[in-house]
Structures are given as C-alpha cells and as structure tokens.
C-alpha cells in the first residue's frame, strides 16, 4: 500500500517561504517521478512541478518559476518544495504525487495560506 505523507505546510505572510515534504512509503515498484499540485478552493487541481527520480529534468509550472525549487532525497524517499516569494491568495491545498509502477498516487494534502 503506497502512502504519501505530506508536511510543511502552515501561514506564511506575502513575500515569505515555506518548505514542503513528501515522504512516499510502500511502493513496490521503482518511483519514476515525484511531483506537486495543488488546488485553490473552487478551482481546479492543478500541476506545480515534478522530477524524475533520477533527479534530471525537474520541470516547474510557468506561473511558479525562478520562485518554487523541487528537489528529492533517496535515501529518504523524500521529495521536497521550497516555496519562496509566496504571493498572496488565500488558502491553498498542496497535494504530493509520485508515478510509480505506471500509476499515480497522491498525498492527503498540506494546506498553505498566504495571508498578512
């Protein structure tokens, strides 16, 4: 049974950082990709960025570049978000996903606010 934990999440002002994680447990087959979403309330879920396992090519959603890094940790089945100059918006659920063994799964979520 995969499970994904996510974590990090909190109240951060405009401007400021937060660092999501995800640790991603129980998967019997290799992880090909570890990515993030997320969903605003009312709108649609949406892609934020993903790398491969092997750490190449991680790839950012326009409205998210040179202000999100994505990395991961195999040692610890771990992927990571640095959120950096946060604009404000309200709350957002930010989901962790990973490929694995030709499916997809996903975290609970981790709900970020940026609010001053």
């Known amino acids: 049974q995969v499970q994904l934990v996510e974590s990090g999440g909190g109240l951060v002002q405009p401007g400021g950082s937060l660092r999501l994680s995800c640790v991603s447990s129980?998967?019997?087959?290799?992880?090909?990709?570890m990515g993030w979403f997320r969903q605003a309330p009312g709108k649609e879920r949406e892609f934020v960025a993903n790398?491969?396992?092997?750490?190449?090519?991680?790839y950012y959603a326009d409205s998210v570049k040179g202000r999100f890094t994505i990395s991961r940790d195999i040692a610890k089945n771990t992927v990571h978000l640095q959120l950096d100059s946060l604009r404000p918006g309200g709350s957002t659920v930010y989901y962790c996903?990973?490929?694995?063994?030709?499916?997809?799964?996903w975290g609970q979520g981790t709900q970020v606010t940026v609010s001053s």
């Open positions: 996903s990973i490929v694995s063994g030709r499916q997809r799964y």
């Open positions: 790398i491969t396992w092997s750490g190449d090519n991680p």
């Open positions: 129980g998967s019997s087959y290799s992880i090909s990709t």
